[in-house]
């Protein structure tokens, strides 16, 4: 935790406009639990690794100690959830979106950050929520995007920026969130976000371990959680040249959340790491039975039975799909199937044992209708 800070008369003039409703609401979508219900207040606490931490929410806006009680409410939460009073405040006052705070801690004078970091950074939040809207809209996981859908693009348009604020170099995406009935399903929106948590969760979580011994087989397991070559790049290019940042979550206080909104702190270390295993999973062909489906780029007999096949289109896997080119070893009667089709211009499916990136003990080869032609 670090220090509570002090919070400025403009601060707590905005703070003081907020209902106890608003405040009790935001600290119940983000980690934090009512212990104890006084006669006009309510104590909450918040576990951490560092300890627990306690603060209470005043019940009436009339009492005399009123703004008092909400400076050290601003500050013992900033303090806890390690951000600036003014963005804690931005979070309180934004009930109707769920937002996405990204804080770049770069070296040099205070609100600036060089140019080449802003760009990458604004590009790496941009790939993080089409990519996150592409994985939703798809059944099965994907160690590589290709080409998304205007659809996910079309989403990815309403999402709107804040302005950049000072102190560390700070910008929030802001997902609005309608306000929907109890019961009723999730808007499209919120299902965006809680994707977008599951999956900066879950690099979060593979690159802490990775910084022991890295193996690639950290994120292979986190593909149904949302890790993706795509989502792994975006969080690389925030942090560009190794500059550290945190991402954190808040969930719009009109329709609260069962997901406790938290803050993740990616480090120089982590950074690298990530973007190792975006490299690796862009050409990632996992050991194991794998399908391919595509067109024959390549063809090459071997000195004895068979030959050696290049097949580019799309992958399966057991840890998810991507799109990219692979070398196929087949009998020969597998082998002239593909010659044939080749020579047809036909599209193909081919079934086998992935080993070391390649296709062996090929199965099953079917010559298939392409998809990609309407």
């Known amino acids: 935790m670090t220090p509570p800070a002090l919070v400025s008369d403009e601060e707590l003039r905005a703070a003081s406009a907020l209902t106890p409703e608003t405040l009790n609401q935001y600290l119940l979508s983000n980690g934090w639990a009512p212990q104890e219900r006084l006669e006009r207040a309510t104590l909450w606490s ?177 593909t149904g959680e949302g890790v993706s070559a795509n989502v792994c790049d975006a969080l690389a290019r925030l942090g560009r040249d190794g500059v550290p940042y945190d991402v954190r979550f808040n969930w719009a206080g009109q329709l609260p959340s069962s997901v406790p909104a938290r803050s993740f702190r990616f480090n120089t270390r982590r950074i690298e790491i990530l973007r190792t295993a975006a490299e690796q999973l862009r050409v990632a062909v996992p050991d194991g039975e794998v399908t391919i489906e595509g067109q024959v780029s390549r063809l090459r007999r071997e000195a004895g039975e068979g030959g050696q096949a290049t097949v580019r289109g799309s992958i399966s896997t057991v840890y998810g799909s991507s799109e990219r080119s692979v070398r196929v070893l087949l009998p020969d009667a597998l082998y002239q199937r593909l010659v044939d089709a080749h020579g047809r211009r036909q599209h193909v ?26």
Do not use: K
């Open 46 to 222: 918040r576990r951490e690794n560092d300890g627990e931490f306690q603060v209470l929410v005043p019940g009436d806006r009339e009492l005399r100690d009123y703004a008092s009680r909400i400076s050290d409410f601003l500050a013992t939460v900033a303090a806890v959830e390690e951000r600036p009073i003014r963005l804690l405040l931005d979070d309180l006052a934004d009930t109707g979106a769920d937002t996405l705070s990204f804080r770049l801690l770069p070296d040099g004078p205070s609100g600036t950050i060089p140019l080449f970091n802003a760009v990458d950074a604004l590009a790496g939040v941009r790939e993080l929520v089409v990519s996150s809207t592409y994985a939703l809209m798809n059944e099965r996981p994907m160690l590589m995007q290709g080409r998304r859908p205007d659809s996910a693009f079309d989403f990815a348009r309403t999402v709107r920026l804040g302005t950049p604020r000072a102190g560390s170099w700070a910008i929030a995406a802001q997902l609005a969130v309608p306000r929907v009935a109890v019961n009723a399903e999730l808007p499209f929106a919120r299902r965006v976000s809680l994707q977008m948590h599951r999956a900066v969760r879950a690099c979060f979580a593979a690159s802490g371990e990775a910084q022991r011994d890295f193996d690639i087989g950290l994120f292979l397991r986190r």
């Open 349 to 374: 499916r081919v079934t086998g044992t992935a080993v070391r990136g390649r296709i062996e003990r090929v199965s099953r080869v079917e010559v298939v209708a392409d998809r990609t032609r309407n």
